[in-house]
């Protein structure tokens, strides 16, 4: 079993930044992707950034590249998600996840993961 728990969100003015940090617990190992995902009202959950130890690899959306920065830190099993430059576009609900993606294809696709946290919320005004 996994448990993972979110922290870090919250409001701010575009162009600001955030740090999000996901505390993981149960049996991480490095075969394990760990991923940011967001949802924002009326809209479908979509992948933002997915990091794999075993590949050494990050994959991001295109709407975040240069902006965002995924990382994970395997000692503590805490992954962040570094949020540069906000735009009120990356206003929803954030959401970390993990699970054992068989296709780095599949990186971003939300039905690859099994295991999600309770989310924290992101609001960028304008």
């Known amino acids: 079993q996994v448990q993972l728990v979110e922290s870090g969100g919250g409001s701010v003015q575009a162009g600001g930044s955030l740090r999000l940090s996901c505390a993981a617990s149960?049996?991480?190992?490095?075969?394990?992707?760990m991923g940011w995902f967001r949802q924002a009202t009326g809209r479908e959950r979509e992948g933002v950034a997915a990091?794999?130890?075993?590949?050494?690899?990050?994959y991001y959306a295109d709407s975040v590249k240069g902006r965002f920065t995924i990382s994970r830190d395997a000692a503590t099993n805490t992954l962040y998600l570094q949020m540069n430059s906000l735009e009120p576009e990356d206003t929803g609900m954030y959401y970390c996840?993990?699970?054992?993606?068989?296709?780095?294809?599949?990186?971003?696709?939300?039905?690859?993961?099994?295991?999600w946290g309770q989310g924290t919320q992101v609001t960028v005004s304008s």
């Open positions: 149960g049996f991480i190992d490095s075969s394990t992707f």
């Open positions: 990091h794999s130890t075993r590949v050494s690899a990050t």
């Open positions: 996840a993990a699970g054992r993606v068989l296709l780095a294809a599949s990186s971003l696709q939300p039905e690859a993961y099994k295991y």
